[in-house]
């Protein structure tokens, strides 16, 4: 019994950053429909910051969370005024060519700064295992997981409840009437790559707690895996992205567990081939029906 | 001999081209256009041969101009898929990878029962060059199968789904061909030792050769009834479809195609180096794939083809740029979509017998606008260019 | 159709500018065709390995130690009165980029024998290239089994990964280990031979294999394989990997509350006091690893080679470091050899001689004593480390070959 309560803890940790990181893609697509391949990179630069901050100034674990949040949150706001902004009205193939070089521009200028080797991101404080009942828990999964919850809370609130949650939502419904409507459309969608890229920050954190070291492709993977985890869920859905995180993470969990854990991408990749196939529209998305 | 076969097809497959052009201007038949660029192919591959035969071109710089070759018909392969098509496959190294290993595995297994020994592929035998042309196609064919199987779920999806998945699908053969040697219980790909000892067959010849025989088919290919089709897709698949295409088997058919021959290419690529392994055709590879066309040009033959070019050359001769490469493709990826998204030749293709046909009609581009032809036989794309 | 001037012009200049790199780009390289002139008065030697990119560290590290050796040799006054004169090529870490390299040290710069490559497929791709001309290249980390067996001309400095894999396994036997899992990175033959070799060693000499678990390139985390290890409740734990995956392993480890011993090899090297510390010090007791070099080693041979290289390079050297200055001198051992025969440099016989005089000398190199019997491999002694209680390598025992 214990090791299955350690697994699904595990599973649990898993899935709660791929469901952050799946979080702002949802965001992103959910409005301009844009595909963030630098998404993924942007969580890369998160964990640097906190490297920079802590290892190389020796500054507070505090003020290191708190300045890598705020480093994502301009980055993606810098990355989609530089890049995206001039290509509001290109065709989707090169806005997603674009994406793709933002992302590798972002790996590459981090092997060129900071090189090949990963950096280790000092811990963020001295505990590192809780003891339950005498199961031994690791503190980085609590705190994951628990961090998690509250943020997608948040996110839920911010969304339905307030002023620009509205004026995002009638954005990603129709730019052209919410331009009418007197809704400043670009700001709007500034705001939203800077609360996804918040997010993204968060996951950062969390991850430099969780796995210590930063390197300049760590954000490819993380960030495919977290697209994978949005499209499950349903591209554009809230809940969608948390569930279909926690699914990813779930699967590699069981994958790995089973002994197989070689073949983990691929269950992954197969897992978005079947509901790709199958219900294209994830499992909270809406079916759209395509103009001509 | 591949020359020969081309030499032979070329007026057979230009009879079915277009009519009589308009009116009074002089124009070149299609049977002389094919030969002279037939010729000039032929031109291209004995010089070539010579100053390789005779030191002018030393082996280093023989080994580069392979993988310039293999680069080309890469890049002008995926050109099929996202410059016609108007897709975006991410996988592209994948397919590479099935044929460069397909190739590999037939080319030594088949040398294992003819009793081929590894040096006779330098030499050049009857049979090793059948043996070799051999691999190429199965390898290719490995591709092509690989590309049916992805293309017909990958097709439903557009856009973005269809960009992430290929990745996946290029992800899953990179796993698989890591992988699938422990599962089988018998040595195919040789795993994450990576497959060695493949023997060298690919030359100057072979490689040049295989890019004019592919530059020449999706030539063709795009100039037929087919590749109207296909370019229909791409400028609007409704209304395409409204049309009567039928915009499944045409986006299939494209798609295999660009699979095909990026396994010709990988099947080259096997004999250049002589080690294979599964990390060497991840998501980096197809993007670096991708660059050559975006910045060449989508739709464009010839750009493809130059930027394979100058994009693999630049690195070896300055060694400099080479840390920056990976940064710099990136800005230029970047800076091409917003600056100029059709890239540098837009769909620009050269035609020899364009200029030849303007020289004959002495129609100069200097000489005054309005008396400019109404449309001299556009596109023909010489495999010379390189 | 476009039919105006400026594009028709763009379009030729462009062409025509491409050419003309393309020419300017052989040109360049052509140049180095006529070195072979002055061939009399220095002995050209080849350095390769990535330089840039993911395995670069291992890469610089070999570059450096090895260009330390030639330039000591050269102020002792080179081979047989003239001078070592190196041609270094970065490769990438990639198979195609070292073959041209390999090619054009050949070629344009006309070497008589080759320090590299460094990783084991680029490796591979160079032996096989090299056969052919029966070039001496000596590799100073390239671990894999295949690499020496193309033809009888290349040469390693480190030992096998099987070898290091046997090591350990004697090792946690002479520990009194009975029960031993191994977590192990998949889909790279270094990892992979090594575990395998462990595994079946540690079998034959009565150690029970609990569990392998395994897991693949680029993952962070170990949480589910460490769970699953934890559960069969091991003495020890083999990490046949490198030392950043190491270093989270062992942290993910510990905190889910292992606190028993991990085992190690040469991957280990670098895990603390290196660039980062990959691990805490408090997370690193209990830990041993083998490999062929510790700066913490107190013989003689090791101290002068630290001091010369920090002296050199401001930094304290790897046992990557140690081992190209080992592969160099390997290298410059059958140089001599070659040399003192009066042999014309870059002949056949030149080449052969050098091959036999890497066969027939013993060369003390700061990772011990290296010397060939049959083939490429050597016979030489390792050593187990392990780490004090801040962090710092502590050598533990002395094996020999």
Redesign the interface.
């Known amino acids: 019994m214990d090791i299955f309560l350690s697994q699904v803890l595990n599973g649990l940790q898993l899935g709660s950053i791929y469901a952050l990181v799946a979080l702002g893609y949802t965001m992103v697509y959910g409005i301009i429909l844009l595909l963030n391949f630098a998404h993924g990179d942007i969580i890369m630069v998160g964990a640097y910051v906190s490297w920079l901050v802590m290892a190389q100034l020796g500054l507070n674990p505090v003020l290191a969370i708190l300045l890598s949040i705020v480093a994502c949150t301009l980055m993606g706001v810098i990355i989609d005024k530089v890049a995206y902004a001039p290509l509001r009205n290109a065709p989707r193939l090169s806005i997603l060519i674009t994406a793709i070089g933002v992302s590798y521009f972002l790996e590459n200028g981090a092997q060129l700064v900071f090189g090949a080797d990963p950096k280790v991101v000092p811990a963020f404080t001295d505990i590192s295992t809780i003891n339950l009942g005498g199961l031994a828990l690791s503190f980085p999964a609590v705190v994951t997981v628990l961090v998690t919850i509250v943020a997608t809370v948040a996110l839920t609130l911010l969304v339905q409840k307030s002023k620009l949650g509205k004026a995002m939502r009638a954005v990603s419904e129709d730019m052209g009437a919410a331009r009418l409507m007197g809704i400043n459309v670009n700001s709007t969608i500034s705001f939203t790559f800077a609360v996804g890229s918040a997010l993204a920050g968060i996951g950062a954190v969390l991850y430099a707690m969780a796995y210590t070291q930063a390197s300049p492709t760590m954000g490819m993977m993380l960030g495919t895996k977290a697209f994978v985890a949005a499209v499950l869920g349903g591209i554009g859905s809230i809940p969608g992205a948390v569930v279909g995180g926690l699914i990813v993470g779930f699967a590699e969990m069981i994958v790995t567990w089973l002994g197989l854990s070689v073949w983990k991408d691929a269950v992954v990749f197969l897992l978005l081939i079947i509901v790709l196939i199958v219900r294209p529209t994830g499992i909270f998305g809406r079916t759209m029906s395509e103009k001509v | 001999m591949e020359e020969e076969i081309m030499t032979d097809k070329r007026p057979i497959i230009s009879t079915g081209g277009r009519g009589g052009a308009s009116g009074s201007k002089k124009t070149l038949p299609m049977p002389v256009r094919y030969a002279i660029n037939a010729v000039l192919v032929l031109l291209v591959l004995v010089v070539g041969e010579l100053m390789i035969d005779g030191g002018a071109i030393t082996r280093y710089q023989s080994t580069v101009l392979e993988q310039v070759g293999v680069y080309i018909i890469l890049a002008v392969s995926l050109n099929i898929a996202t410059g016609y098509l108007g897709q975006l496959p991410l996988g592209h190294a994948g397919f590479m990878s099935v044929g460069a290993y397909g190739c590999a595995i037939f080319v030594m297994r088949m040398a294992e029962v003819l009793g081929v020994g590894a040096r006779d592929f330098t030499t050049g035998t009857p049979l090793t060059v059948l043996l070799v042309i051999g691999g190429l196609l199965v390898g290719g064919l490995c591709a092509a199968v690989a590309g049916i199987i992805i293309g017909i779920p990958a097709l439903r999806l557009k856009g973005d789904y269809l960009a992430i998945i290929t990745l996946a699908f290029a992800e899953i053969i990179r796993v698989v061909m890591l992988n699938i040697d422990s599962v089988l219980g018998f040595k195919l790909t040789g795993g994450a030792k990576g497959l060695t000892g493949i023997p060298g067959y690919s030359s100057f010849l072979l490689v040049f050769a295989c890019v004019a025989i592919v530059c020449f088919l999706i030539h063709t290919m795009m100039k037929s009834r087919h590749g109207r089709a296909i370019l229909a897709i791409r400028d609007n698949e409704i209304a395409a479809e409204a049309t009567g295409v039928n915009t499944t088997y045409y986006k299939t058919l494209a798609f295999v195609a660009s699979a095909f021959f990026a396994g010709m290419a990988g099947g080259l690529y096997a004999g250049c180096i002589g080690v294979l392994q599964p990390a060497y055709f991840g998501f980096m590879k197809s993007i670096e794939i991708l660059v050559m066309v975006v910045l060449g040009g989508m739709g464009s033959m010839l750009g493809s083809a130059l930027s394979a070019t100058v994009l693999t050359i630049l690195p070896e001769a300055l060694r400099a740029f080479s840390e920056y490469r990976m940064i710099a493709y990136a800005i230029v990826l970047i800076l091409v979509m917003i600056f100029r998204p059709q890239g540098l030749l837009g769909s620009y293709d050269f035609s020899l017998s364009r200029i030849i046909e303007r020289v004959m009609n002495r129609d100069f581009p200097w000489k005054k606008k309005d008396d400019a032809p109404a449309d001299a036989a556009k596109g023909e794309e010489v495999s010379a260019d390189v | 159709?476009?039919?105006?001037?400026s594009?028709?012009q763009f379009?030729t200049g462009?062409?025509a500018a491409?050419l003309a790199?393309?020419l300017?780009?052989?040109g360049?390289?052509?140049g180095g065709?006529s070195a072979g002139d002055d061939a009399a008065t220095s002995i050209k030697v080849g350095i390769m390995g990535p330089h840039?990119?993911?395995?670069?560290?291992y890469g610089l590290a070999c570059l450096n130690g090895a260009q330390l050796y030639f330039d000591q040799l050269n102020a002792d006054g080179g081979i047989n009165g003239k001078e070592i004169e190196t041609f270094v090529y970065?490769e990438?870490g990639?198979?195609?980029e070292a073959?041209?390299a390999y090619?054009?040290l050949v070629?344009?710069d006309g070497v008589t024998g080759i320090v590299g490559d460094v990783t084991t497929?680029p490796s591979?791709?160079v032996a096989?290239?090299s056969v052919a001309d029966n070039m001496p290249c000596v590799t100073p980390s390239a671990t894999?089994a295949?690499v020496v067996t193309?033809g009888t001309n290349t040469f390693r400095a480190c030992v096998t990964d099987p070898v290091q894999g046997v090591v350990m396994a004697d090792f946690a036997s002479k520990q009194g280990y009975k029960n031993v899992a191994t977590l192990y990175k998949?889909?790279?033959?270094y990892n992979?031979g090594v575990n395998k070799a462990f595994c079946e060693e540690a079998e034959s000499l009565g150690i029970t294999i609990t569990?392998q678990?395994?897991?693949?390139?680029?993952?962070?985390?170990f949480?589910?394989?460490i769970?699953?290890i934890l559960?069969t409740n091991p003495d020890a734990i083999l990490l046949p990997n490198y030392y950043?995956e190491d270093?989270?392993i062992v942290?993910?480890a510990?905190?889910?509350?292992y606190d028993k011993v991990f085992l190690g090899v040469d991957g280990w090297s670098g895990i603390y006091g290196g660039?980062?510390?990959?691990a805490?010090a408090a997370d690193l007791h209990d830990c041993y690893y083998c490999c062929a070099f510790s700066a913490s080693n107190e013989s003689d041979v090791t101290k002068q080679f630290i001091a010369d290289y920090e002296a050199a390079y401001d930094e304290t050297p790897t046992n990557f470091c140690a081992l190209g200055y080992d592969a160099a001198m390997v290298l410059a051992a059958g140089l001599t050899a070659a040399e003192e025969a009066g042999l014309e440099a870059g002949s056949e016989d030149y080449k052969q001689a050098v091959i036999d005089g890497i066969f027939a000398s013993t060369v003390d190199g700061v990772t011990g004593s290296i010397s060939y019997e049959d083939n490429g491999d050597p016979v030489k002694s390792s050593l187990i480390i392990t780490f004090a209680e801040d962090g710092s390598e502590v050598t533990f025992d002395t094996i020999e070959a």
């Open positions: 159709m476009f039919e105006n001037v594009r028709r379009v462009s062409a491409a790199l393309g300017v780009g052989c360049g390289n052509n065709d840039s990119g993911d395995n670069a560290q970065d990438k990639d198979a195609t073959v041209n090619n054009s070629q344009n497929i591979i791709a096989q290239a894999a295949d193309y998949t889909g790279d033959d992979e569990t678990e395994s897991y693949s390139d680029g993952d962070v985390d949480n589910t394989q769970t699953n559960a950043n270093g989270m942290t993910q510990r905190q889910q509350g660039s980062e510390n990959y805490d």
